[in-house]
């Protein structure tokens, strides 16, 4: 089979640096301590006390040490709301701790105590929940698209089992942005409150350009991570789907944080809504209080502004938030773009460029070609709008400059962008030699186990004689879904040759349709290579 490549690879491939695997039996599955802290697989852990043979506080939960998808671990309970349930899990193929999300909604479903399967309640429960079914797994393709996004949550994968979905992403360990604040014990200055919200506010300009709306944001949905990343949480679209279509659905809103369209049932709902939601979480971050009820605020509006409470900070940022909070709509910002805008001008957005957005997933292979096209023209934008703020210029280079400045502008470069793809390859294992379809591998779906990759990665500047980051890998199904690949990257100077494999676990195959395997380093996609699976 032919391979499409962009360079010709280096003949010698470094061997893969060994990893001593993990015995699951020896991990806290609460804390996520590994040794000896637990005297056999059955005891309490030494560390935190978790003692996994003490029943689930639920008969919803699954036990810990329940397998799902023949690769997750499940561990204790980190979170349950109407609509779901959070575990920590294991992951027992990468050796790393996850987090998965469980769609089980109360109020049309259950599960009895001792069994695995989920069970909705009658006909008119069954509509129900495989409604907001799909909707959650929309939610999870929507999520793994923003993958490039600190304040996004990293969604790994999804798969189905048990009667319903489950959403894998990498764990992080931290607290709530309401804990935070809780053990702080003071509210925050005006500067330290925007560096909180800035990846908050961009993940929401992306999440809203590809058509999902939060309609949940609160202190208790912010997490800070141990890491300093600050992200978004609980997107909620099954919830808001359900509640949509269904007249019996049960909502609780939070007050001071919820805007009067949310209260009504045919209440215009969009981006505003989260506009309101984000300016009240940052209100109260500064303040220490959440604004009044905006079902109250309808009827006497003596919402006061932060530095009638003694608050610091810029008039022209509290007009924008008491814009922000304006109890009707139409008197809003209408997009977070505007709000951010005035809230903090010169504050740098953590977001992509407005021509360079998330690419979607193509629909079919008839569109392959062109949508990979179009996805190299956003990661070339991209490359170039870096190149542009590490110049602090919007248009081409001029001429002149000196050495020094040159350099200077190379460091930052590097900083930026320091890893360049410099060609990969596809193969089957099982198949021999197959047609070439422009850039694109075509494989026949029945035959397809696994599909294995070769790339070489370059450093972009010799002057930097190690790489400081990670490699990420992941396969990209016709849906949407990301499968991600653990890819060991050995130090180098000027270029390194890896490889990896995947395959979908038995007895499942790969979807037909047209793949993607994308090349990521620290967050940025640095490459990525098409395939077709036919049937």
Same mark, same amino acid.
């Given at each position: ?42 005891? *309490? ?83 129900? &929940? ?5 909707? &959650? ?109 269904? +007249? ?5 809103? +939070? ?16 981006? /505003? ?50 814009? *922000? ?91 930026? /962008? ?21 850039? $694109? ?11 294995? &990759? ?12 190690? $790489?400081?980051?990670? $490699? ?29 494999? /995947? ?15 994308? &090349?990521? /380093?620290?967050?940025? +996609? ?10």
């Amino acid at each position: 089979m032919s391979a499409f490549a962009i360079a010709t690879m280096t003949p010698e491939t470094p061997p893969a640096p060994v990893f001593a695997r993990v015995d699951p039996d020896t991990i806290c599955l609460s804390c996520l301590q590994i040794g000896d802290h637990r005297a056999g697989a059955s005891a *309490a852990c030494r560390a935190c006390g978790f003692d996994e043979r003490v029943p689930p506080a639920s008969p919803l939960h699954l036990p810990p040490r329940t397998i799902l998808h023949g690769q997750y671990l499940l561990g204790r309970v980190l979170g349950q709301g109407g609509f779901g349930i959070t575990y920590l899990a294991w992951d027992l193929n990468l050796d790393n701790a996850v987090a998965l999300k469980e769609f089980l909604p109360t109020d049309f479903a259950s599960r009895a105590t001792g069994q695995s399967l989920v069970t909705p309640y009658g006909d008119d429960g069954r509509l129900n &929940f495989d409604y907001g079914l799909d909707a &959650f797994e929309a939610e999870a393709r929507t999520l793994a698209r923003c993958y490039i996004l600190p304040g996004v949550v990293d969604v790994l994968t999804y798969f189905r089992e048990n009667g319903t979905g489950y959403i894998v992403m990498h764990y992080m360990a931290g607290r709530t942005l309401r804990e935070h604040l809780r053990q702080r014990g003071s509210p925050l200055p005006f500067d330290e409150a925007v560096t909180v919200m800035l990846p908050v506010l961009a993940a929401l300009q992306e999440v809203h350009r590809l058509g999902l709306v939060h309609r949940d944001i609160s202190p208790d949905n912010i997490y800070i991570c141990d890491s300093g990343r600050v992200c978004l949480l609980d997107f909620g679209a099954a919830r808001n789907a359900v509640r949509d279509r269904s +007249k019996s659905l049960s909502v609780q809103f +939070k007050e001071g944080y919820t805007p009067e369209e949310q209260y009504r049932r045919h209440g215009q709902q969009g981006p /505003w809504t989260d506009v309101y939601a984000a300016a009240a979480t940052m209100y109260r971050v500064m303040t220490g209080v959440a604004p009044t009820a905006s079902l109250d605020r309808l009827t006497s509006d003596q919402l006061q502004p932060p530095s009638a409470l003694g608050i610091t900070l810029p008039k022209d940022a509290e007009r924008a938030l008491m814009r *922000a909070l304006a109890v009707q709509a139409e008197q809003r910002y209408q997009t977070i773009d505007a709000f951010l805008h005035d809230l903090a001008p010169g504050a740098p957005s953590p977001t992509l460029p407005p021509n360079a957005t998330l690419a979607r997933p193509p629909a079919g292979a008839g569109g392959a070609l062109a949508a990979i096209a179009g996805m190299i023209a956003d990661a070339a934008r991209l490359a170039r709008a870096k190149l542009d703020a590490a110049l602090g210029r919007s248009g081409s280079a001029g001429a002149g400059g000196s050495a020094a400045r040159e350099r200077a502008i190379r460091e930052q470069l590097a900083t930026l /962008w320091p890893v360049t793809l410099v060609s990969a390859s596809l193969r089957d294992p099982h198949l021999p030699a197959g047609p070439e379809h422009g850039p $694109l591998d075509v494989y026949a779906r029945d035959e397809t186990r696994e599909v294995r &990759f070769d790339a070489v990665l370059q450093n972009n500047f010799a002057g930097i004689r190690a $790489l400081h980051g990670t $490699l990420g890998a992941a396969f990209v199904s016709p849906q949407g879904q990301s499968h991600i690949v653990d890819v060991p990257v050995p130090e180098l100077s000027d270029r390194a040759a890896v490889a990896g494999a /995947w395959g979908p676990p038995p007895p499942a195959q790969f979807d037909p349709g047209v793949w993607r395997i994308e &090349f990521w /380093w620290d967050r940025h +996609k640095i490459g990525e290579h098409g395939f077709i699976i036919s049937v």
